[in-house]
């Protein structure tokens, strides 16, 4: 009987998400992008767009992870719509300073505790676009599904 409680609670905890990724993500993302974007990600009219913006997701699509990571990586400047409001002259700079494990951290809170989308940034990925750094029209045409 006591074998079986171990086994079990061995599977359980082998089939329960990995709680410190979430809090790494979490404080990562609060750490990077909070001051701006919010700590749930709602924006700064004005200044930030909204990263929990349904409508842009839907439009991604299985594109996400790969946007997401890219602006990460590349900045982003331009215009653009985003929850119902124009951001002219938008300038989020870079953030290729940060590590790998920072950007998938990042990168998976956002989509997954901030969005409910399923995370789907590892690190070859980034590594891919590190390689190949999209450009800010690029991720602008990606916005409008037009990738």
Not at 74 to 85: H, K, P, V, W
Not at 107 to 116: K, Q, S, V
Request: aromatic residues 4%; contains cysteine; hydrophobic residues 45%.
């Amino acid at each position: 009987m006591h074998k079986g409680l171990v086994v079990t609670l061995a599977l359980a905890l082998l089939a329960a998400p990995a709680h410190g990724q979430d809090a790494a993500g979490q404080t990562a993302f609060a750490d990077t992008c909070g001051a701006c974007h919010m700590a749930d990600g709602s924006g700064s009219p004005g200044l930030a767009p909204p990263l929990n913006d349904a409508a842009l997701w839907q439009t991604l699509g299985d594109q996400s992870g790969r946007y997401v990571t890219g602006v990460i990586l590349s900045g982003l400047t331009g215009r653009i719509e985003a929850g119902g409001q124009t951001y002219v002259g938008l300038a989020m700079p870079t953030h290729n300073w940060l590590g790998d494990e920072e950007i998938v951290a990042i990168a998976n809170y956002l989509l997954a505790d901030i969005n409910g989308l399923p995370p789907s940034v590892d690190a070859a990925l980034v590594a891919e676009l590190r390689a190949a750094v999209p450009s800010h029209a690029d991720l602008r045409a990606m916005r409008k599904g037009s990738q």
